[in-house]
């Protein structure tokens, strides 16, 4: 079984910036891509970056976050992390750590396999 941690949410103001990490037990963490996800209250779970299994790999993101947002991996640490930087109201959402046994990202929620609790990220105006 693989074990995901969420932690670095919180609240922070139009413009401001939160790291989010995802600490990655329970199994190779260079045998898994993986991906942040975001749920807002009434809307679907969407995906916001997504990143293949070695440290140098590809990603992608969702429009809205592109330029803002980034996603990397330490495989060493086995943790995920999300730098989001010039946050706005809209990017308020729970956001979710995935994981899937194999070597390339996808962003279909329903291909991840693994997901962490959730971390709260509040934006204020």
């Known amino acids: 079984q693989v074990q995901l941690v969420e932690s670095g949410g919180g609240l922070v103001q139009t413009g401001g910036s939160l790291r989010l990490s995802c600490a990655v037990s329970?199994?190779?963490?260079?045998?898994?891509?993986m991906g942040w996800f975001r749920q807002a209250p009434g809307k679907e779970r969407e995906f916001v970056a997504v990143?293949?299994?070695?440290?140098?790999?590809?990603?992608k993101y969702t429009d809205s976050v592109k330029g803002r947002f980034t996603i990397s991996r330490d495989n060493d640490k086995k943790t995920l992390y999300l730098q989001m930087n010039s946050m706005k109201p809209e990017d308020t959402a729970v956001y979710y750590c995935a994981a899937r046994a194999s070597n390339l990202y996808s962003i279909d929620r329903n291909a991840y396999t693994y997901w962490g609790q959730g971390t709260q990220v509040t934006v204020s105006s």
């Open positions: 329970g199994r190779t963490f260079s045998d898994l891509a």
């Open positions: 990143i293949s299994w070695w440290s140098g790999s590809s990603s």
